[in-house]
């Protein structure tokens, strides 16, 4: 979705490799391998001002991205060898608002219909570890964080939701999601506001909780990828 970042991954590169990132025909980043230099181009129109990072490892990340980035990503990575890889990027333009009151559940959303094609899925909150699904492990960590959300959070291991029962208001603020796999990242922040009831007593458990703005940003699912000798094509799809 609008706002999220999106890293695109390559493979490890050989020594020596010139990696050229193309988005349609025009060249927006590229690296030598050999004096790990990256640079970077803004694009047709600016678009990409301030918004591409390349890596020394020679994955490309785009931050706060737009409909306007909507399209074909290729990287060729030169060596002994020539291999291309090729992104197709979607970019949904909405913006998801969740309304709830102190005492209903709050559930944090990942997009994603089937989260198998991810490695990792991680929430956290302000910067602080949640949950983690890491394959078929799930995990809460024991933290500072776990004491303030203690015995109140579940998560869905199918689609990774991660719901927070009995919201009080202090558990208002910034939610963030890392979805990655080998081919790509894809980031998140959900901003959450819980109002204060106006009658005291209001039921608890009320699903669809009390959260007020979502900056957030990726249905992203892993739709396709070919391999072969020659190239390899990635579908990711973010609403």
Not at 203 to 217: F, H, M, N, Q, Y
Request: with cysteine; aromatic share 6%; net charge neutral.
């Amino acid at each position: 979705m609008v706002g999220d970042s999106i890293t695109l991954h390559v493979t490890e590169i050989p020594r020596g490799s010139n990696i050229i990132w193309k988005f349609g025909d025009e060249i927006i980043a590229r690296m030598n391998e050999a004096d790990r230099n990256p640079s970077t181009n803004e694009g047709p129109g600016a678009i990409f001002k301030d918004r591409l990072k390349l890596d020394e490892t020679g994955s490309l990340t785009i931050t706060n991205i737009r409909t306007e980035h909507n399209g074909h990503y290729s990287v060729d990575i030169r060596s002994t060898n020539a291999e291309l890889k090729t992104f197709q990027v979607t970019v949904h333009d909405e913006m998801k608002i969740v309304s709830v009151k102190e005492g209903e559940s709050v559930t944090l959303r990942t997009g994603a219909v089937d989260i198998q094609a991810f490695d990792l899925i991680l929430w956290e909150y302000e910067d602080h570890p949640m949950a983690k699904i890491d394959r078929t492990l799930h995990q809460l960590p024991k933290n500072s964080v776990s004491s303030r959300f203690a015995g109140r959070l579940s998560q869905n291991e199918n689609n990774g939701y991660l719901t927070i029962s009995d919201s009080r208001s202090t558990d208002s603020g910034d939610y963030h999601l890392n979805m990655n796999n080998t081919a790509f990242t894809l980031q998140r922040t959900i901003r959450v506001t819980v109002k204060a009831s106006p009658q005291s007593g209001a039921p608890s458990g009320i699903c669809g909780a009390g959260v007020g703005l979502v900056v957030w940003v990726v249905t992203a699912f892993f739709a396709a990828r070919f391999v072969d000798n020659r190239g390899k094509g990635v579908s990711v799809n973010i609403k």
